[in-house]
């Protein structure tokens, strides 16, 4: 089997204009998370790319020779360009896999592959979060306990403006009482989708063990399973004969 290609996108803004979260994250929140999946998939190959880049770093030919993308971004989602997120739809259709993560619930890209407004309830109050395996034998909870806690995260709560699961694997509760559907799978044409909630900017999150396990293993789960092309075929030549009619 080839190496995994997977590259992480971040939207590379918070960190340059607040102090707090580059205190947290002084490469960038998308240079922890690929450190997370080198350290537990060695033998992938993980690059990055930001939205300051040419073509945000998603030109055609490294979309296509890319087998994995995960997505962060939370300010700037209009400034993706959308000529870029027909791009990256037409790669998961043809069978890419994409993790999409935190606020990037409400990117482009993710909108589009849901087709609902995926809006939800949400609140910064520095509080803990337990997240609870939904599905103790789904690859995405492999090495995962029952259940695992963020001493403080952002809380986004019900009701998630998104197509119901194809499979759910976390559920979270939070301090004020809240529950949200943190982990969801879905499918869009040969591409496999999973939304994972945890990693507001401005806390450590990213540099947690289970959220590094929890997305290595979406990185794995989300891999091609095959590769479906989009393509208009005039079939002039049929497979069976067709006996002629008199009309």
């Not at 880049?53 to 971004?73: F, S």
């Not at 499918?187 to 994972?196: P, Q, T």
């Not at 989300?222 to 069976?240: F, L, Y």
Request: proline share 6%; hydrophobic share 40%.
């Amino acid at each position: 089997m080839n190496p995994l290609r997977v590259v992480v996108w971040g939207e590379n803004v918070h960190e340059h204009t607040s102090a707090k979260v580059n205190a947290v994250y002084p490469r960038g929140m998308h240079h922890a998370i690929a450190e997370g999946l080198r350290d537990l998939l060695p033998s992938a190959a993980i690059t990055t790319a930001t939205l300051q880049e040419p073509e945000h770093g998603l030109t055609e030919e490294r979309l296509a020779a890319t087998d994995v993308l995960t997505w962060w971004g939370h300010v700037a989602h209009d400034q993706v360009k959308d000529a870029i997120v027909d791009r990256v739809q037409k790669r998961v259709l043809e069978g890419m896999g994409l993790i999409v993560l935190h606020s990037a619930h409400f990117s482009k890209i993710f909108k589009r592959l849901m087709g609902t407004s995926c809006s939800l309830t949400w609140r910064e109050a520095d509080e803990r979060e337990r997240l609870w395996v939904c599905n103790p034998g789904h690859p995405i909870a492999r090495g995962i306990d029952r259940s695992f806690e963020l001493p403080a995260e952002e809380m986004y709560g019900e009701p998630f403006g998104v197509p119901a699961p194809e499979e759910q694997v976390f559920i979270s509760w939070f301090e004020g009482g809240e529950v949200f559907r943190s982990g969801c799978c879905w499918r869009r044409g040969n591409g496999r989708i999973f939304y994972f909630q945890p990693g507001h900017e401005t806390y450590p999150t990213y540099h947690d063990r289970n959220v590094r396990r929890v997305i290595a293993n979406a990185v794995e789960w989300a891999r091609p399973q095959g590769t479906w092309v989009d393509a208009v075929v005039n079939a002039k030549v049929p497979v069976e004969p067709i006996r002629a009619r008199k009309h």
